[in-house]
């Protein structure tokens, strides 16, 4: 194989590790903030569970304070009860108090139903707090996986680019500059297999001449179609 094609196949592998480690370190940020997202639907969770019993505490406490209030009510109305001076008064005054101790029966019922409700959702919340535990340890495990995944790409990427770097100053930068031109316009494969006469990197067939001139080895040769470097495996 032509020296210079083989010291760019050997850019190459590099250069393929470095393009495959660098969008794997830019794909985790999201692959985190995937996992940080079950995290949220717990917390979301949790949130409007306690906006819940929140709720139905307040809802408690505006009964209780009506209660108080109708029952405060009552206390003046029976004694206005002992200073009504006909009959017609007696039976207004009698007539409002039952209406006001339906009242607070009516408030304590409803009462008892959201104390009960209330109980139910303490125990949600509970729930819910242990669910949102379990996910954040889960969660932190992940998390930290990634981060020890993070810290060895980018030890790993920085010997690849100094290894990298080693290997240019021994390649023609003729030859050099077209493999990077080359390799940023062709989704980072820039030298490419001939198989069954055909270029592997558009699947175009090659001219007979072109297959010749590839196995001759002495020249680098490129497709006509695509521009790729050229080389027969195994040779």
Known sequence: MNETLAQLLELQDHDKQIIRFSKEIEDIPARKADIEEHVSDARAAL?????????????VKDLEGEVDSTKEKISRLQQQEHEVKTNEEYTAIQKELFSLKQRIMKSEDEELELME????????????????????????EDLDILDERMQELDERLETLKRERGELIEDIDPKWLARYERVLQHRGGMAIVEVSHGTCTGCNMALPPQTVQNVKHEDDIVMCDYCGRFLYLPGR
């Open 117 to 140: 409700a209330m109980e139910r959702s303490k125990e949600l919340v509970a729930e819910r707090e242990g669910e949102l535990r379990d996910q954040q340890e889960h969660i932190q």
């Open 47 to 59: 949130d409007e569970a306690n906006q819940k019993l929140k709720s139905e505490t307040l809802a």
